[in-house]
Nanobody
């Protein structure tokens, strides 16, 4: 199982970025995929996730209405479209995969497989 996150960068407040997570070694319908972030001095937090069972999605409250998670089965990719970015979205973003029991998939400790992070900086 390998995950490779990309797409981070520097963007002004109100701007957009699309993060990509390339999954290798497993089909996307095998594991739930989550996006997480960690800002300096803070704990890693769940941002969004998509269940492998029914493709239902979840978002942490602070990004609802601004971020969208999606999957491309043909390319085995998972995306996180981030719009109306705010300075508080600045963090290293990670994608992760694992079998999640139940419907809550935003807990980082539930995931064993992690990609490297990609830095997102929102600043003017």
């Amino acid at each position: 199982v390998q995950l490779q996150a990309s797409g981070g960068g520097l963007v002004q407040p109100g701007g957009s970025l699309r993060l990509s997570c390339k999954a290798s070694g497993f089909p996307l319908d095998h594991y739930t995929i989550g996006w997480f972030r960690q800002a300096p001095g803070k704990a890693r937090e769940g941002v969004s996730c998509v269940l492998n069972t029914d493709d239902s999605t979840s978002y942490t409250d602070s990004v609802k209405g601004r971020f969208t998670i999606s999957k491309d089965y043909a390319l085995n990719m998972v995306y996180l479209q981030m719009n109306n970015l705010k300075p508080e979205d600045t963090a290293v973003y990670y994608c992760a995969a694992d079998t999640i029991y139940g419907t809550y998939c935003l807990e980082p400790s539930e995931y064993d497989y992690w990609g490297q992070g990609t830095q997102v900086t929102v600043s003017s």
